[in-house]
């Protein structure tokens, strides 16, 4: 093994005990020459790995004392990482990943342990809101722009006056996996496709009555959840083909988010669970209902539990057919200093044999179509659903400015905790909103290519 490869698996080896809490900011670490002999390397390979680590700040020496851990390492931001956010779950596709990166080598460390890298692996909101931070990718994927062997529609809303900020690689329409076995004890006809807000409403008051109603669906004010039905309403926060730019207080956004503050009511405001608690439930048939993509069907897969369904969001009278896309996307740093690098893994993150890997596991939907295709099963109608809804997602629903988007999302979360009229609370913060956007001459940006 090449010299660079010895010093990128010693840094692998220390970052990997970090993500994994085996040793944490302050730790000392073992001598090189111990670790030499855990590794099977020389002493100098060991010692350039650690030296690398030095360099960029994780960690620091003291004569006659040791190495230790920073205790900001996580704040840290690496040339070589790929920051992939996952809360606290392994995400099904990463540990394959790793494993396909270091077969095509490419030295890049797999990480959900650093805050911030640069190359991250993030989502929809976080893209839009934070696209400032990073790089136009356009010059990287012009070959895939416009390519018939790639969906288009997932890219959209990840323009900004003509650049790029991120590179999705998989996407997914929302729809509601439920329980079927949970809503037939709770005597609730099943959902179809078409069903009402009024039956979803209506079987939310009735599975509370015969299980713990946090686990009924999970419920948290945030806008990856509350804006699901701001859509189906046709309502949106921002409308940058409007002239009153700020739509947050219209009729429809209004009806929207009285309908999810609804849902919180009907289960009688209990304390709200983790979502990985609520999850572990969920995917193992002990929570009624869920609001997700297709990356429900990886978890599923893993814990053998097959009694779940899935159907559409709930209509309204007046509304929309539409359904929030959730989207995994590869960012680049402003900073890159290793253009080749970034060129080489956004080939690779879209490569046949990554985007086969995601489909296998049938999490979410690869956006190279042979990949989507052939991991669809059409003959089973859990599935085959993803296909009818991925022509109705929508991803234009943002407030650009991330101080503006946290305090929208921050303010209708605690409108809705400290169970506030909703109306008159969000027109208040329309009225804010309006007035800061004058103030700092703020102004949405349309997708535009």
Known sequence: MAQANKTAQVRSYILNKLEEGKIAGGDKLPGARVLA????MSFLKVQAGLD??????VLYSIPRQGTFVRENWRELIFQDVLSVYSGNRVLPWAPGLQEMLREDGIDI????????????VRT????????????????????IIGSEKFFQKPFDGFFFDGKLAGVPFLFSPRVIAYCPELFRKAGCDLPYPGWSMEHFLDCISKLCK???PQYVIFWYPQAFLFMNFVLRYGGSLVDTGSKNVVSMDSPETLAGLKTFAEIYNRMGRPEIPTIADFLEKFHTGRAAMYIQGRQSL?????????????VPLPACDGGTDATMQATELLCVRKNCADYDLAQRLISFMLSPRVQDH????????????????????????????????????VNDYRLDNPLLADMVENSIGRIM??????????????SAVRALMEINKVKPIPSMK
């Open 124 to 143: 929809t909101l976080h893209v839009q809101r934070n696209h400032e931070d990073y790089m136009d990718l356009t010059p990287f994927v012009k070959d």
């Open 37 to 40: 002999k855990k590794l099977g």
């Open 298 to 310: 990886a978890f599923f897969r893993q814990t053998g539990f097959d009694g779940w369904d899935t």
């Open 358 to 393: 995601i489909g296998d596991l049938r999490y979410a939907i690869p956006v190279r179509k042979s990949s989507a295709f052939a991991s669809i099963n059409c003959e089973d109608p859990r599935d085959a659903i993803f296909l009818s809804e991925m022509g109705k997602t």
């Open 109 to 120: 460390h797999l990480s959900s342990a650093f805050r911030n890298s640069i190359f991250e």
């Open 210 to 212: 015969i299980m713990p």
């Open 417 to 430: 905790l400290d169970n506030r009229d909703i109306e008159a609370g969000v027109r208040e913060l329309a």
């Open 52 to 57: 690398t680590l030095m360099h960029d700040g």
